[in-house]
């Protein structure tokens, strides 16, 4: 049973440029969540989704950053024209429901923008 | 909003040493989830305590959730370089059960 899958593991843009990040969940998972890490810091909630439905985005800063978890296939995580400070480690969870669910993580892209 | 706090943000030990890192709401927790994030990799689920003054224990580590809710504590007893990482307490928070992390503990183990 293959755990949470993230590709690209690392992404280097240049400034302007889009980043996209995918996130396929366990089999059976239908609740998705993305979390930002700057070095040495915390794990800082970006957004929360169901299948097609976009639950809590209140961690995602409101330009240039969107997600979606369509029907079928991964979820995506999109930046558009990546500033400096958006590099970081960017992971995926899912789970198989809330509140007294634990969360499993993918592996985590590195972005880093030149 | 919820936040949920860490202390302390470091801690080197010797091998052997004894180590415990303690986490603080503001509000109560209707349950917390601990995580461990190796450096370099990601973060994995330890354990979830959901009862008042609720202990377990998984071989050297002891989990604690506080009478009031608001508080738990992660006790290594006699730590192995293994033990190397972040540890982040974890709580749902918010209508749409969103999870916040604690802002982590840091663990340096040296011989």
């Known amino acids: 049973n293959a755990g949470v899958m993230q590709n690209p593991r690392h992404l280097v843009r240049r400034r302007g440029q889009e980043a996209r990040l995918r996130c396929s969940p366990m089999k059976g998972h239908s609740h998705v969540y993305w979390y930002r890490q700057l070095p040495e810091e915390g794990l800082k909630f970006m957004v929360y989704l169901q299948k097609e439905n976009i639950i809590d985005e209140s961690g995602m800063p409101k330009e240039r950053f969107s997600a979606e978890f369509p029907k079928e296939g991964p979820s995506i995580l999109r930046i558009q024209q990546v500033v400096r400070g958006d590099s970081a480690a960017y992971f995926c969870?899912?789970?198989?429901?809330?509140?007294?669910?634990?969360?499993?993580f993918g592996p985590g892209t590195r972005l880093t923008v030149t | 909003g919820q936040q949920v706090m860490q202390i302390p943000q470091y801690q080197h030990v010797q091998e052997g040493e004894d180590f415990t890192t303690y986490c603080n709401s503001s509000t109560t927790l209707s349950n917390i989830q601990w995580y461990k994030q190796r450096p370099g990799g990601h973060p994995v689920f330890l354990i979830q305590?959901?009862?008042?003054?609720e202990v377990k224990k998984q071989k050297r580590l002891t989990f604690q959730f506080g009478e009031a809710k608001k508080n738990s504590s992660l006790h290594i007893t006699a730590t192995q370089t293994t033990d190397v990482g972040t540890y982040f307490c974890a709580a749902y928070t918010g209508t749409a059960s969103k999870l916040t992390f604690g802002t982590g503990t840091r663990l340096q183990v040296t011989l």
């Open positions: 969870a899912s789970s198989p429901g809330t509140d007294a669910y634990e969360q499993y």
């Open positions: 305590l959901v009862k008042s003054g």
